[in-house]
């Protein structure tokens, strides 16, 4: 092959393999500038509503309403095996051993506070090692000589003391999970009553009820219903006592809110 011809070969040869890997070069940075995650989705006609408190809430047109998560992007989604703390054990603690002049944070009897995740921790004697011994747990035994909480408050049921024992069985985390929230059932006794139970009955139950208000039956509840008092203590209005108490304690979930606004709106029937 005459020289020229070679050396021509050559530098084409050079000039499309320098082409070539600025291609490569070039293509590579494209794919992954360009690849994005996927954009998520909404439901259509998801409604979006920003609360004061800095939550977002999306309600879809089935009327289900997500509190901080995208209907489709749950991140948490709730396990029935699971005990978690936020939604189930805080409002039990809050409720039966949080009472004014017990292990709330004014009074925490005993250096006991039952008001948040690290003191529950770290001052209610939870036992990891061994978690029957727990004095969390000991404490509320129907039998025990200094019975938490005490008379003339209601002893704990068997569900909610199993509750705390399964609750250090599985490490005592501080676990939360974003349950889905159907606003469109808000029946008295499936749904708001339990929310009740749950959330104000340690305090404003049958035996020597706070302030005098007692949830236990319904006519308790319909009477406090009819002050407006129910309502304004539930979204913290002026002039009425924030609840839940203890003192400082965050508004109930939003998701039970719409459902007992919706309740109330009804005329509080006895459903
Ligand atoms: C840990 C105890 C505790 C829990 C839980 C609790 N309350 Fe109360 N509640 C009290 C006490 C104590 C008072 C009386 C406060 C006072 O008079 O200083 C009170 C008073 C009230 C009042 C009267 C307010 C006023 O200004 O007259 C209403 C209404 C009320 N509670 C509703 C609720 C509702 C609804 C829940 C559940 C979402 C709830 N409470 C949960 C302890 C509690």
Not at 1 to 20: A, D
Request: hydrophobic share 35%; net charge neutral; aromatic share 8%.
């Amino acid at each position: 092959m005459p020289i020229i011809i070679k050396l021509f070969t050559n530098f084409i040869m050079r000039l499309l393999s320098k082409r070539l890997l600025l291609l490569l070069v070039l293509g590579t940075f494209l794919y992954f500038a360009c690849k994005r995650e996927p954009v998520p989705v909404l439901p259509e006609k998801t409604q979006i509503v920003i609360t004061p408190d800095g939550d977002t809430i999306y309600i879809t047109n089935t009327d289900t309403v997500y509190i901080n998560n995208p209907p489709p992007l749950t991140s948490h989604p709730c396990s029935p095996d699971t005990v978690y703390f936020e939604q189930q054990l805080l409002p039990l603690l809050q409720s039966n051993c949080a009472s004014p002049n017990c292990h709330d944070n004014i009074t925490h009897e005993e250096g006991v506070w039952l008001t948040s995740y690290e003191f529950t921790l770290t001052t209610g004697g939870v036992r990891l090692t061994s978690p029957t011994q727990s004095k969390l747990y000991t404490s509320t035994s129907p039998n025990a000589s200094e019975r938490m909480p005490p008379p003339p408050r209601a002893a704990l049921t068997t569900a909610q003391r199993a509750l705390i024992l399964k609750w250090i069985q599985q490490g005592a985390q501080d676990l939360h999970c974003d349950g889905e929230c159907d606003t469109t059932q808000y029946s008295y006794t499936a749904v708001i009553k339990p929310i009740l139970a749950l959330r104000c009955n340690g305090c404003h139950g049958a035996s020597a009820p706070s302030g005098n208000i007692s949830y236990a039956t319904y006519a308790g509840v319909k009477a406090n219903v009819d002050s407006g008092k129910f309502w304004g203590s539930i979204v913290h209005a002026n002039g009425i006592k924030p609840m839940p108490y203890p003192q400082g304690s965050a508004q109930i979930p939003d998701c039970d809110k719409i459902k007992i606004k919706k309740w109330i709106d009804a005329g509080a029937p006895e459903n």
